[in-house]
């Protein structure tokens, strides 16, 4: 089955280290997206990408990094410089940019906690 | 820059009445996009309305778009306990430096009182 694979479901972080969320799809998707999710804001996009070895800042960018080598591929780091960290974060992918009116596919998210 | 905002933030309802979630763009939008995400899960794609003015069903789900694109809404018939979520609406960047972008309505959290 083609899907988004989000990896790990749960992580715990000291303050001041840098960590890795993982994320891979088999569904041969050209844009892949990372959304921060709190408690009562909704879904905020993070990081965005369109194709390979380009990507662009969504509205909250700051302290956080991404990597695009491989379509299936696009981790991201969340850095030391992140001042809130703890949040449920969903990655996404899309045969086409959203712009071209094409639906988001969620992964099942990592629950990331820093304490 | 857009603006997507949802109300209400919390709906409780019995089951059996009806819910409707409003969404409301501060820009005209090319499209606009529904998910409902479940408790504990993530985000999945209800449907899609591009028309100025359309309207789609989904058995008990209705689905609005508005005459000037800048707004809709989500109804649903006698609830059940299934429908227990949180609705979101999402719309598109315009172009340039947004396009690629979806951005979210906060969302309204639907509770189901059997």
């Known amino acids: 089955d083609g899907g988004i694979t989000q990896s790990p479901k749960y992580l715990f972080r000291k303050e001041g280290q840098n960590v890795t969320l993982s994320c891979e799809q088999n569904?041969?998707?050209?844009?892949m997206y990372w959304y921060r999710q709190d408690p009562g804001q909704g879904l905020r996009l993070i990081y965005y990408?369109?194709?390979?070895?380009?990507?662009q800042k969504g509205d909250i960018a700051e302290g956080y990094s991404v990597s695009r080598e491989k379509k299936e591929s696009f981790p991201l780091t969340v850095t030391s410089a992140q001042k809130n960290p703890t949040a449920f974060y969903l990655c996404?992918?899309?045969?086409?940019?959203?712009?071209?009116?094409?639906?988001?596919?969620f992964g099942n998210g990592t629950r990331l906690t820093v304490t | 820059g857009q603006q997507v905002m949802q109300i209400p933030q919390y709906q409780h309802v019995q089951e059996g009445e009806d819910f409707t979630t409003y969404c409301n763009s501060s820009?005209?939008?090319?499209?606009i996009q529904w998910y409902k995400q479940r408790p504990g899960g993530h985000p999945v794609f209800l449907i899609q309305?591009?028309?100025?003015?359309e309207v789609k069903k989904q058995k008990r789900l209705t689905f609005q778009f508005g005459e000037a694109k800048k707004n809709s809404s989500l109804h649903i018939t006698a609830t059940q306990t299934t429908d227990v979520g949180t609705y979101f609406c999402?719309?598109?960047?315009?172009?340039?430096?947004?396009?690629?972008?979806?951005?979210f309505g906060q969302g309204t959290i639907l509770t189901v009182h059997p």
């Open positions: 996404a992918s899309s045969i086409l940019p959203t712009g071209k009116n094409s639906p988001l596919h």
């Open positions: 309305l591009v028309k100025s003015g």
């Open positions: 999402a719309g598109p960047g315009a172009g340039g430096t947004s396009y690629g972008k979806l951005t």
């Open positions: 569904l041969n998707h050209d844009a």
């Open positions: 990408s369109q194709i390979v070895n380009d990507f």
């Open positions: 820009t005209t939008l090319s499209n």
